[in-house]
Nanobody, 122 residues
Framework: QVQLVESGGGLVQAGGSLRLSCAAS????????MGWFRQAPGKEREFVAA????????YYANSVKGRFTISRDNSKNTVYLQMNSLKPDDTAGYYC???????????????WGQGTQVTVSS
């Protein structure tokens, strides 16, 4: 079992930045690949970024590539999502997730946090 708690969401103007954090507890954090997803009202949950267990490999959705950076600190059991050059289209609830494989599909992930809201004003 892994418990995940996101933080760092908020209201920001277009062009601004936010850093999301996801703190994990339970089983060994380094055993899990981590992913970030987002879901806007009326839309399906979509993949944003993923990172391998060691942090050596990262993956991004085309819509965020070059603007968002996923990273992890296994000594702190935390994964981060640095979001720069934010756009109103980035407005959504953001969720972190854990799985033993590096995958992109939400249904593949076994463990989820409760989410944190990001709102980008124009």
């Amino acid at each position: 079992q892994v418990q995940l708690v996101e933080s760092g969401g908020g209201l920001v103007q277009a062009g601004g930045s936010l850093r999301l954090s996801c703190a994990a507890s339970g089983r060994a954090f380094s055993d899990y690949a981590m992913g970030w997803f987002r879901q806007a009202p009326g839309k399906e949950r979509e993949f944003v970024a993923a990172i391998s267990m060691s942090g050596g490999s990262t993956y991004y959705a085309n819509s965020v590539k070059g603007r968002f950076t996923i990273s992890r600190d296994n000594s702190k059991n935390t994964v981060y999502l640095q979001m720069n050059s934010l756009k109103p289209d980035d407005t959504a609830g953001y969720y972190c997730a854990a799985d033993v494989r590096v995958v992109r599909a939400p249904y593949e992930y076994d463990y989820w946090g409760q989410g944190t809201q990001v709102t980008v004003s124009s």
